[in-house]
């Protein structure tokens, strides 16, 4: 079973729209959690960390259900640069699990 | 930008071959991170390096070796090269024992293709 598991995608939205990727992780004692987003031939760039408590950055927000261990991320009236493939990440004991990304297409 | 340097930007080599790749650290932090990344997966965990020890390995075999120096900067050796080691490898850097000591800072990559 992989560390963390992602929906490939893509997801096809138009523009405005609100879009959600969910993440499932394997190991009940992972200790952080981050969604990065990574353009096509590009590195990886953080998009944030995903605490217990939930936590929002602009149109963007991040949930940590460690109970059911996945994470979540909602972005809202979304843009054409939101175009983009997005990694979530798990750390347990300081080794990084990244998924294998979700795919997003914005569509005017 | 990050501020995490890496070279070269591009490597073909063929099989059996060895490989030096190399990371400079954003200013200030203090541990590195190497990943390899296949065309269409995510990148995957290879080691990492705080105060010039090994700080956690992924699943992959001793022929992928490291280092970090005084100044924190990183080099990833693969010897006896193969096929499947063709992909992009990133290194990250960040600040262990801080409270932001889990966030890591990708450098643009190394892309390697052996033949």
């Known amino acids: 079973r992989k560390e963390v598991e992602q929906d490939p995608g893509p997801f096809n939205v138009p523009e405005g729209a609100t879009v959600a990727f969910n993440c499932t992780y394997s190991n009940s004692a992972s200790q952080s959690f981050f969604w990065y987003r990574q353009d096509c031939r590009k590195e990886p760039k953080l998009l944030m960390s995903v605490y217990s408590s939930g936590n929002e950055d602009g149109r963007f927000t991040a949930q940590l259900n460690r109970a059911s261990q996945y994470i979540s991320l909602l972005i809202r009236d979304s843009k054409l640069s939101d175009s983009a493939t997005y990694l979530c990440v798990v750390n347990n004991r300081r080794k990084f699990y990244f998924g294998s990304g979700t795919k997003l297409n914005v569509k005017p | 930008e990050t501020g995490v340097t890496q070279s070269p930007t591009h490597l073909i080599k063929t099989r059996g071959q060895q490989v030096t790749l190399r990371c400079s650290s954003q200013?200030?932090?203090?541990?590195v991170s190497w990943y390899q990344q296949a065309l269409g997966q995510g990148p995957q965990f290879i080691f990492q390096?705080?105060?010039?020890?090994?700080?956690g390995r992924g699943n992959f075999p001793p022929r992928f070796s490291g280092l970090q120096f005084p100044n924190y900067s990183s080099e990833l050796n693969v010897n006896a090269l193969e096929l499947d080691d063709s992909a992009l490898y990133l290194c990250a850097s960040s600040l262990v024992g801080t409270s932001l000591g889990d966030t890591q800072y990708f450098g643009p990559g190394t892309r390697l293709t052996v033949l």
């Open positions: 390096y705080y105060r010039e020890e090994e700080n």
């Open positions: 200013s200030g932090h203090n541990t």
